[in-house]
Nanobody
Framework: QVQLQESGPGLVKPSQTLSLTCTVS??????????WSWIRQPPGKGLEWMGA???????YYSPSLKSHTSISRDTSKNQFSLQLSSVTPEDTAVYYC?????????WGQGTQVTVSS
C-alpha cells in the first residue's frame, strides 16, 4: 500500500516561496512508470494540477504556473518537493501530493497553506 504525506509550513507571507515536501512509503519514486504530482484546491474552486516529476527525474509543469514552480526529488529519502515562488493570497489552497499512472491512484491527505501577511 503506497502512502504519501505532505509536510511544510501552513502559513506563508506574500512574495515569499512556498515549500512543501511529500514523503512516500510503500513504493519507490523511481519505479517505472509512475509520476509524482502536486495538485491544489483553492477554497471554493476545483482541483488544479500543478506539475509532476517522473520516475526518471523528468519534470512537467502546468503552463500557467511554470514560471514560478519547481519540483525536485531526493531519492535517498524517497521524497519529492514543491517550490512555488512569489506567492500571493490567490495561492491559498489545500495542497496534495499524488501518484499518477495515467490517472491518480494514490493521494496524500492534503495540507492547508494560507498566504497572508
Amino acid at each position: 500500500q503506497v502512502q504519501l504525506q505532505e509536510s511544510g509550513p501552513g502559513l506563508v507571507k506574500p512574495s515569499q516561496t512556498l515549500s512543501l515536501t511529500c514523503t512516500v512509503s510503500g513504493g519507490s519514486i523511481t519505479t517505472r512508470y509512475y509520476y509524482w504530482s502536486w495538485i491544489r484546491q483553492p477554497p471554493g474552486k476545483g482541483l488544479e494540477w500543478m506539475g509532476a516529476i517522473a520516475y526518471d527525474g523528468s519534470t512537467y509543469y502546468s503552463p500557467s504556473l511554470k514560471s514560478h514552480t519547481s519540483i525536485s526529488r531526493d531519492t535517498s529519502k524517497n521524497q519529492f518537493s514543491l517550490q512555488l515562488s512569489s506567492v500571493t493570497p490567490e495561492d491559498t489552497a489545500v495542497y496534495y501530493c499524488a501518484r499518477e499512472a495515467g490517472t491518480v491512484d494514490y493521494w496524500g491527505q492534503g495540507t492547508q497553506v494560507t498566504v497572508s501577511s
